[in-house]
């Protein structure tokens, strides 16, 4: 697509469920990045992948939440068993490659647990 | 642990003047800077890159590199109304595992 594509771009849940999140990155880019915004704060890095691997996970803030991205296109990042310090503005971006190229944001999905 | 630092702001600047924007970064090994900018509510957009020492000009826009002392700045000329958002800094030190690392953002208001 033309762009970084995220999809729901808001999303209410009650606390302990389950949300997964959508991204869509700019055809032919291999590179795929998710980020973490929380209000009034800067970017957290979560996880990146090179087409469809993610080489190192430790980004992750805990075991509730998961990412992966089939093929060099779609990418889901799941959030099990939701709690309100996982409300925040979750970013994706994606870039050609993973070198020093600068990404592209999608809109990002702005997440609340109520 | 690398480290991107920015004054949080908020900067405020007339319009017409130069708006200065600058970042300070902990990791020697830095390769790339980027300058994003992000409206309220909005997602960061990339604005400037600059790999190597000096200055890159683009429009109204400078960046400044100095690896040696490890600092890289922003210049807006002219400065409009529009440019009014938070600015973010972000490097790049290679090797993929965290991506870029970006600081927090300075907050800038041109003041018609």
């Known amino acids: 697509g033309a762009g970084v594509s995220q999809s729901p771009s808001n999303k209410v849940t009650e606390k302990g469920k389950d949300v997964e999140l959508r991204c869509d990155p700019i055809?032919?880019?291999?590179?795929l990045y998710w980020y973490r915004q929380r209000l009034g704060q800067g970017l957290e890095f979560l996880i990146y992948?090179?087409?469809?691997?993610?080489?190192?996970k430790s980004g992750l803030p805990s075991d509730r939440f998961s990412a992966e991205r089939t093929g060099e296109s779609v990418s889901t990042l799941t959030i099990q068993r939701t709690q309100q310090e996982d409300s925040a503005v979750y970013l994706c971006?994606?870039?050609?490659?993973?070198?020093?190229?600068?990404?592209?944001f999608g809109s990002g999905t702005r997440l609340t647990v109520v | 642990q690398k480290e991107v630092e920015q004054n949080s702001g908020p900067l405020s600047v007339p319009e017409g003047a130069i708006a200065s924007l600058n970042c300070t970064y902990s990791?020697?090994?830095?390769?790339?800077f980027f300058w994003y900018r992000q409206y309220s509510g909005k997602s960061p957009e990339l604005i400037m890159s600059?790999?190597?020492?000096g200055d890159k000009e683009d429009g109204r826009f400078t960046a400044q590199l100095n690896k040696a002392s490890q600092y890289v700045s922003l210049l807006i000329r002219d400065s409009q109304p529009s440019d009014s958002a938070t600015y973010l800094c972000a490097e790049y030190s290679g090797g993929g595992a965290d991506g870029l690392t970006f600081g927090k953002g300075t907050h800038l208001i041109i003041q018609p």
């Open positions: 600059i790999y190597s020492n």
């Open positions: 992948f090179q087409g469809n691997s993610a080489p190192d």
């Open positions: 990791d020697r090994g830095s390769q790339s």
């Open positions: 055809s032919g880019h291999t590179a």
């Open positions: 971006a994606s870039s050609p490659a993973v070198q020093a190229y600068g990404y592209t």
